[in-house]
């Protein structure tokens, strides 16, 4: 057993969404019953399908949630940077994060809140660990795994699932890796923040979780072309840890002066 965090109460779950009319309700309700230890920010890029309004319907029943209404669809870790700080402004300092659709169980996220309590910086809700799985087809899962095990290489990460969206972060740690200095977008920004937590040195614990696709609405991810651009990322990623004299423009792209002030003690030139 670790030490027992004096957290504030409740905690907070930040939850993105865009065209989620056909889960928000059930999910915001399905999540305050599962955990009323945490409350709820949903962070809507203007869903022309209502989703925003219908979560604020739920908010005015509930005061356990929140809606946060951005103007455009701006990508998923802009939504995460915008909902992150929101909530450690408020006072959180427990934040965690999950995907609306039930991709992700809630009966798992008390777990998750568990580990954090009982002493791990971040607890993670995991597909490759003993226990984990999803339910895709051959070829999927396989990409999956390929992506996950090639970027745990590369960027020398300590989390087995690094592109889960299922966390719970602990006390103090979501400024720890300058959570508002990520540049990533999109399915990325879990990878980036994969790799921040590991190079801070924040201990996780990786929960096993059953991923399981949609049964309302649509994804928004192309897979093939999102994976193809996640690997050529992470290799730029992965050599600018390696190659100190690699040019301005090629470095650029990692992730911030983050990566070059804890990798390796090299200055990072500012941004054009």
Same mark, same amino acid.
């Given at each position: 057993m670790g030490p027992q965090y004096p957290f504030r109460v409740p905690a907070c779950l930040v939850v993105p969404t865009y065209q989620e009319g056909e889960n928000i309700d059930r999910f915001l309700r399905t999540v305050r019953r599962t955990c009323p230890e945490m409350d709820v920010l949903v962070v809507d890029d203007n869903s022309p399908d209502g989703t925003g309004r219908i979560a604020d319907l739920v908010a005015e029943e509930d005061g356990g949630v929140r809606v946060l209404h951005r103007a455009s669809k701006e990508g998923l870790g802009a939504a995460y940077r915008h909902g992150f700080r929101h909530a450690l402004d408020l006072g959180y300092d427990v934040v965690g994060q999950m995907d609306a659709d039930f991709s992700h169980d809630p009966d798992v996220l008390p777990r998750l809140l568990a580990a954090v309590r009982d002493g791990a910086d971040v607890a993670v809700g995991s597909r490759y660990v003993a226990g =984990?799985? !999803?339910? #895709?087809? #051959?070829?999927?899962?396989? @990409?999956?795994? #390929?992506? *996950? #095990?090639? !970027?745990?290489?590369?960027?020398? @990460?300590? %989390?087995?699932?690094?592109?889960? !969206? $299922?966390?719970?972060? =602990?006390?103090?740690? @979501?400024?720890? %890796?300058? %959570?508002? =200095?990520?540049?990533? *977008?999109?399915?990325? $920004?879990?990878?980036e923040t994969a790799f921040r937590v590991s190079a801070s040195g924040a201990s996780v614990a990786? @929960?096993? %979780? $059953? $991923?399981?696709d949609r049964v309302a609405g649509s994804s928004k991810m192309a897979v093939v072309r999102t994976m193809v651009e996640t690997e050529l990322r992470v290799t730029w990623w992965g050599l600018s840890m390696r190659l100190p004299g690699m040019s301005r423009w090629f470095r650029r792209s990692a992730p911030g002066q983050y990566l070059e002030s804890k990798v390796r003690p090299v200055v990072m030139p500012p941004s054009e």
């Amino acid at each position: 057993m670790g030490p027992q965090y004096p957290f504030r109460v409740p905690a907070c779950l930040v939850v993105p969404t865009y065209q989620e009319g056909e889960n928000i309700d059930r999910f915001l309700r399905t999540v305050r019953r599962t955990c009323p230890e945490m409350d709820v920010l949903v962070v809507d890029d203007n869903s022309p399908d209502g989703t925003g309004r219908i979560a604020d319907l739920v908010a005015e029943e509930d005061g356990g949630v929140r809606v946060l209404h951005r103007a455009s669809k701006e990508g998923l870790g802009a939504a995460y940077r915008h909902g992150f700080r929101h909530a450690l402004d408020l006072g959180y300092d427990v934040v965690g994060q999950m995907d609306a659709d039930f991709s992700h169980d809630p009966d798992v996220l008390p777990r998750l809140l568990a580990a954090v309590r009982d002493g791990a910086d971040v607890a993670v809700g995991s597909r490759y660990v003993a226990g =984990g799985g !999803a339910d #895709w087809t #051959w070829s999927r899962r396989m @990409l999956s795994q #390929w992506g *996950n #095990w090639y !970027a745990r290489k590369m960027l020398r @990460l300590r %989390i087995h699932d690094a592109t889960t !969206a $299922f966390r719970v972060y =602990g006390p103090g740690v @979501l400024d720890r %890796i300058d %959570i508002d =200095g990520t540049r990533a *977008n999109g399915y990325l $920004f879990q990878i980036e923040t994969a790799f921040r937590v590991s190079a801070s040195g924040a201990s996780v614990a990786e @929960l096993p %979780i $059953f $991923f399981v696709d949609r049964v309302a609405g649509s994804s928004k991810m192309a897979v093939v072309r999102t994976m193809v651009e996640t690997e050529l990322r992470v290799t730029w990623w992965g050599l600018s840890m390696r190659l100190p004299g690699m040019s301005r423009w090629f470095r650029r792209s990692a992730p911030g002066q983050y990566l070059e002030s804890k990798v390796r003690p090299v200055v990072m030139p500012p941004s054009e």
